[in-house]
């Protein structure tokens, strides 16, 4: 993994310091927008509180969404010419986009002591903290998931690729990475909860800043969702796998 690691920063110019780079720009990119500009409230989190951890989790989602989407696309050779279990490739996938969420988890919780001791903003520890692998790992899930069924997809139909891109954007307006739920009105909020991401984006917050809106139930949802998933996608990817050796 280290290597596979390593070999994506080569002839960069920061090298691995990318993978706390892009979530910085995007950071402060958010915060002139949603914050300066919109004027986007986040209840009780301050904005860069807020927003970076939204990114960290939304970058986690899209790089293995991303990232196993194309598996058998981008490895049709390495397929057809020696057999192996085809889980391992997008599992290796997985295993270094955990590890560049590990960096950025470990800024942001840089970014939280920074506020802590010297902007004197209280930490609110909570029982719900104890809930944070577990939302981190539901979302890793739904990512693996979603990548293995569209993986097959993308290999069959090549048009698929621009929407699969297209699709993971637009996804993110309808996951609360830019705002919190407790601003959306009432009426149109059951659009957003239909969203699996989002009760595990607001217990992550919850649990680690304090603030967040979600229940029980819409939790059981999410991990029932993401349970079914991972089941269904592993069949469909296993099944599909030899046929479409062939195909691409």
């Known amino acids: 993994m280290r290597r596979d690691f390593l070999l994506n920063y080569q002839q960069t110019v920061l090298g691995p310091l990318w993978i706390l780079f892009q979530p910085i720009l995007t950071l402060v990119t958010f915060v002139l927008v949603f914050d300066k500009l919109v004027g986007i409230p986040t209840g009780t989190i301050p904005p860069v509180l807020f927003y970076l951890a939204g990114i960290v989790l939304w970058n986690f989602f899209n790089d293995s969404f991303l990232g196993t989407s194309f598996t058998f696309r981008e490895n049709a050779q390495i397929f057809s010419k020696v057999y192996f279990p085809r889980l391992v490739v997008p599992l290796s996938v997985m295993s270094t986009h955990f590890f560049r969420f590990l960096m950025q988890l470990v800024l942001l919780l840089i970014v939280l002591l920074w506020y802590w001791v010297v902007e004197g903003v209280p930490v609110s520890v909570n029982a719900w903290l104890l809930f944070f692998p577990l939302s981190v790992l539901l979302i890793g899930c739904i990512g693996l998931s979603l990548g293995l069924i569209f993986s097959v997809l993308t290999a069959k139909y090549r048009d698929l690729v621009n929407l699969v891109h297209l699709g993971v954007r637009l996804m993110m307006f309808l996951t609360p990475v830019i705002y919190p739920v ?36 819409q939790l059981l949802y999410s991990t029932l969702f993401a349970l079914v998933l991972v089941v269904v996608s592993f069949m469909i990817f296993n099944k599909q796998g030899d046929k479409l050796i062939d195909v691409v």
């Open 182 to 217: 407790a601003i959306i009105p009432k009426d149109v909020q059951w659009l957003v909860q239909l969203n699996p991401l989002t009760p595990l984006f607001e217990v992550f917050r919850y649990g680690l800043l304090g603030d967040g809106t979600f229940g029980v139930g």
